[in-house]
C-alpha cells in the first residue's frame, strides 16, 4: 500500500510562487511513476505534471509550461511542484498521484494510470 500526503497549498496573490510537496511512504518510491493533477470548482479533474521515478523524464500541461516545475527527492521519497507566476486560473484543490512503473523512464499523464492519490491541497491564486 501507498500512502501520498501532499502539503504546501495556500493563498497567494498573482504572480507569486509556492511549492507543494508530496511525501510517499509505503512500498518502495523507486517503483513508481508520480503526478500532480488539480481540480477548481465546477471542472474535471486535469492533468497538470508528471515525473518518472528517476526524474529523467517529465511532462506538463500546456497551461504550465515554464511556469511549473516537478522533481523528486528519492532519499526523502518526496515529489515537489514548484509553481512560479501563478495565475488566479491555477487556483484549485491539487492532488498527487503514484502509478506502478515498469522502468526508471516510465511517466503517465492520464488519471486513470495513476493507482493511489493523496488527499489534495487547495491552491488558492488572488487577482
Known amino acids: 500500500q501507498v500512502q501520498l500526503v501532499e502539503s504546501g497549498g495556500g493563498l497567494v496573490q498573482a504572480g507569486d510562487s509556492l511549492r507543494l510537496s508530496c511525501a510517499h511512504s509505503?512500498?518502495?518510491?523507486?517503483?513508481?511513476?508520480m503526478g500532480w493533477f488539480r481540480q477548481a470548482p465546477g471542472k474535471e479533474r486535469e492533468f497538470v505534471a508528471a515525473?518518472?521515478?528517476?526524474?529523467?523524464?517529465?511532462d506538463y500541461a500546456d497551461s504550465v509550461k515554464g511556469r511549473f516545475t516537478c522533481s523528486s527527492d528519492n532519499a526523502k521519497n518526496t515529489v515537489y511542484l514548484q509553481m512560479d507566476s501563478l495565475k488566479p486560473e491555477d487556483t484549485a484543490v491539487y492532488y498527487c498521484?503514484?502509478?506502478?512503473?515498469?522502468?526508471?523512464?516510465?511517466?503517465?499523464?492520464?488519471?486513470?494510470?495513476?493507482?493511489?492519490w493523496g488527499q489534495g491541497t487547495q491552491v488558492t491564486v488572488s487577482s
Open positions: 498521484a503514484a502509478g506502478p512503473a515498469r522502468s526508471q523512464f516510465t511517466i503517465r499523464i492520464t488519471g486513470e494510470e495513476y493507482h493511489y
Open positions: 515525473t518518472s521515478w528517476s526524474g529523467s523524464n517529465t
Open positions: 509505503g512500498r518502495a518510491f523507486s517503483s513508481y511513476y
